[in-house]
Each structure stands twice: as structure tokens, then as C-alpha cells.
């Protein structure tokens, strides 16, 4: 069956960096376009970003876009992200998520992570 | 404040059949599929309803979902206890963003 693991979170202060990765298990980890999906305190979720099977393609929201940098290594089945210059804002709980396929956008999530906690906080 | 609109709550009894919205515009749900998830307590979201109205392998067919202009719909039939949780929807939009409703929590 298809297992997402998050891992990386914590506290971090204003300014600070986090990389949160996700091992990946259950299908051809390759073949697959991958997100990350956070859910703030009492928030609904927020798309993050998300990348292609190859890694070749990558997608950001508007809030991260130029802060977050989204990575893959296909022959650990692991998926990344990088979180620079985090804000109060970016507390959440932040899933891994599967795409359906191959290509990132659009597309629907057909199996994700119990998620990882990062907190910004001075 | 999430740009897809979803009424906060929701209620049944066992057996009961019941039915939440989910509104948003020309740009999202007008012109691109609405998919559904179900996240228990505790637990990672589970994919309910893709592509407006199929239901994936493994999902009872209680569960329906329905699409009309900038509007989507999930309905649930026979309640059972199981099924409180909190349910959202999510649709692509024309700048390739995803949008999520702020779910609506079954009791």
C-alpha cells in the first residue's frame, strides 16, 4: 500500500530554515508527481508547491514562491522541501502528497502523508 | 479565508442522507473538476470524489459527487457513525493553482 512519511519539522525562528523531506513507499515512486499541501492552525489546507515525475517541472503558490524550493530524488524514492526566510505565517502542519500522475498540473491527490509540524516562532 | 466556500458544519442521524456545498467561481470550479476528501480525526485526508463525480476504488458508493456551474456538491447517504469527520473540497484554477474549501465538519 501506498505509505507517505513526513520528517524535518520542528521549531525554527523568523528568518530561519527548515528542509522537510518525505519517504515515499507502496508504488513506482518515478512515475509519479508529488505536492506538498499545508494546513495552517484552524485554517483550511493551502497548496504548497508541487514537482514532476522527473523533477524536470516545478510549481509554486503565490505565498512561497521564491522562498520554497521543491526537489526529488527518485532512486531513494524521496521528496523534498526547502523552506527559507520562514515567516509567523508558515506554522502548519505540512502534508506530502501524491499526484494521480505524471505531469504536476493540474491534476487530483490520491494519497498524502499524516503531515509534519513546522512552527515559526521567536 | 479559503477561496473555495464551504458551510462550516454539518449534521445527520444514522441512516440519513446528507448533502454539502461547495461554491466558488468562473476561474476554479466553473471551468476545471472538483475533487472531494475526508479527513478523520487523527488521521491524513483520503481522497473521496475526483473529477467532480468518480469515486476511486475502495469508496462505498454512498458517497456521490455532483458539479453544476461554479458549485459542487458531496452527498452522503445511509450515514453511519464512521463518517463524522471533516470533508473539503479542491479544484484547480486557470493560473494553475489549487483551491481548497475551509471543510465542513460532519457531526
Known amino acids: 500500500q501506498v505509505v507517505l512519511v513526513e520528517s524535518g519539522g520542528g521549531v525554527v525562528q523568523p528568518g530561519g530554515s527548515l528542509r522537510l523531506s518525505c519517504a515515499a513507499s507502496?508504488?513506482?515512486?518515478?512515475?509519479?508527481?508529488m505536492h506538498w499541501v499545508r494546513q495552517a492552525p484552524g485554517k483550511g489546507m493551502e497548496w504548497v508547491a508541487a514537482i514532476s515525475d522527473d523533477g524536470n517541472n516545478k510549481y509554486y503558490g503565490d505565498s512561497v514562491q521564491g522562498r520554497f524550493t521543491v526537489s526529488r530524488d527518485n532512486p531513494r524514492n524521496t521528496f523534498y522541501v526547502q523552506m527559507n526566510s520562514l515567516r509567523d505565517e508558515d506554522t502548519a502542519v505540512y502534508h506530502c502528497?501524491?499526484?494521480?500522475?505524471?505531469?504536476?498540473?493540474?491534476?487530483?491527490?490520491?494519497?498524502w502523508g499524516q503531515g509534519a509540524l513546522v512552527s515559526v516562532s521567536s | 479565508q479559503s477561496v473555495l466556500t464551504q458551510p462550516p458544519s454539518a449534521s445527520g442521524t444514522p441512516g440519513q442522507r446528507v448533502t454539502m456545498s461547495c461554491s466558488g467561481g468562473?476561474?476554479?470550479?466553473?471551468?476545471?473538476?472538483v475533487n472531494w476528501y475526508q479527513q478523520l480525526p487523527g488521521t491524513a485526508p483520503r481522497l473521496l470524489i475526483y473529477?467532480?463525480?468518480q469515486r476511486p476504488s475502495g469508496v462505498p458508493d454512498r458517497f456521490s459527487g455532483s458539479k453544476s456551474g461554479t458549485s459542487a456538491s458531496l452527498a452522503i447517504s445511509g450515514l453511519q457513525s464512521e463518517d463524522e469527520a471533516d470533508y473539503f473540497c479542491a479544484a484547480w484554477d486557470d493560473n494553475l493553482n489549487v483551491l481548497f474549501g475551509g471543510g465542513t465538519w460532519l457531526t
Open positions: 502528497v501524491k499526484s494521480h500522475r505524471a505531469v504536476a498540473v493540474p491534476g487530483y491527490f490520491d494519497f
Open positions: 468562473s476561474s476554479n470550479i466553473g471551468s476545471n473538476t
Open positions: 507502496g508504488f513506482s515512486f518515478s512515475s509519479y508527481a
Open positions: 473529477k467532480n463525480n
